[in-house]
């Protein structure tokens, strides 16, 4: 069982930076993969970023390339995601996931295992 608990979330002006955390707890572990998916209103869940437990391998969604970044801290067990020059349309909430005993990164909603509650991050123009 493993717990997510995200932060960092909140009212931000467009070209602004934000960093999200995702802690980690429970039975976690040595081989992982964390991501960040968001979920907009109206709009379907969509993946935003995600890092292999070695740091050896990250993705990122196009729309985020150039601007986000992820990030871990496996001492404490959690997954950052450095937000630059966010737009409105970044507009959404924030879920941190969790998969365990990954073969390869996963990308995908139905991959990750546990979820956090979300951190809501709004942009304004």
Excluded: H
């Excluded at 069982?1 to 572990?29: I, K, N």
């Excluded at 996931?97 to 390869?104: I, N, Q, V």
């Amino acid at each position: 069982q493993v717990q997510l608990v995200e932060s960092g979330g909140g009212l931000v002006q467009a070209g602004g930076s934000l960093r999200l955390s995702c802690a980690a707890s429970g039975r976690t572990f040595s081989t992982y993969a964390m991501a960040w998916f968001r979920q907009a209103p109206g709009k379907e869940r969509e993946f935003v970023a995600a890092i292999w437990w070695s740091g050896s391998n990250t993705r990122y969604t196009d729309s985020v390339k150039g601007r986000f970044s992820i990030s871990k801290d496996n001492a404490k067990n959690t997954v950052y995601l450095q937000m630059n020059s966010l737009k409105p349309e970044d507009t959404a909430t924030y879920y941190c996931a969790f998969k365990r005993l990954p073969s390869t990164l996963p990308l995908y909603e139905y991959e990750y295992d546990y979820w956090g509650q979300g951190t809501q991050v709004t942009v304004s123009s």
